[in-house]
């Protein structure tokens, strides 16, 4: 488990460092010789919220959207290369589900940054292990999406687009969805 938490420690800093260079401080652990791992410090924007409306949630309905209609019969916009719907922008069509597969992948990792906090203030629990096997359930449901985007099947996106929803339903069922017994909205991030 500690040679895990140093690999992801290790995966996420690289991609801070190339994606918020600007925000990134690397301080060397103390003394010579010392076989600690660069800690990295980030200046996180977004609370979780922001990061599932932001990235997550709009790339998960490119996915779903290919569940009932075939992206290759979306028509690019007038101007494709300032399109706000994916699916008619200059890499639209089954290229933009493949992309919005990769993003829903790679930015699960954002969910594992240290320091983000939830909407009600309370900290994301990057340390627990039910999130990180959820986390991890999403990354593989971007690729398996992914894949089935490659072959433009939709019966094969349907699996994946299910997937999808399995890897945040199971998430969302112990971290988001609170009864006001549970405390509402103030009671997510908790189990």
């Not at 791992?37 to 290919?66: D, E, H, K, W, Y």
């Not at 309370?122 to 999406?145: M, S």
């Amino acid at each position: 488990m500690r040679v895990h938490n140093l690999a992801l420690a290790l995966v996420i800093s690289a991609w801070v460092a190339v994606f918020f260079p600007k925000q990134l401080a690397i301080a060397q652990a103390p003394g010579r010789g010392s076989t600690s791992a660069p800690r990295a410090t980030v200046q996180l924007q977004a609370n979780l919220a922001q990061v599932m409306r932001g990235i997550l949630l709009p790339n998960s309905n490119v996915i779903f959207f290919a569940q009932s209609n075939n992206p290759a019969d979306v028509k690019p916009a007038a101007d494709p290369s300032s399109a706000t719907d994916p699916l008619a922008s200059s890499y639209g069509g089954w290229t933009s589900v493949e992309n919005s597969s990769l993003a829903l992948s790679e930015a699960a990792l954002l969910l594992t940054v240290p320091g983000r906090v939830c909407s009600n203030g309370r900290p994301v629990p990057v340390t627990n292990a039910d999130w990180l096997k959820f986390v991890q359930e999403l990354r593989q449901a971007g690729i398996t999406a992914f894949k089935a985007a490659q072959t433009k099947n939709q019966d094969k996106i349907l699996d994946a687009a299910d997937a999808v929803t399995t890897a945040c339903t199971n998430c969302h069922n112990v971290y988001r969805e609170k009864t006001a017994a549970q405390g509402g909205l103030a009671g997510r991030c908790t189990k």
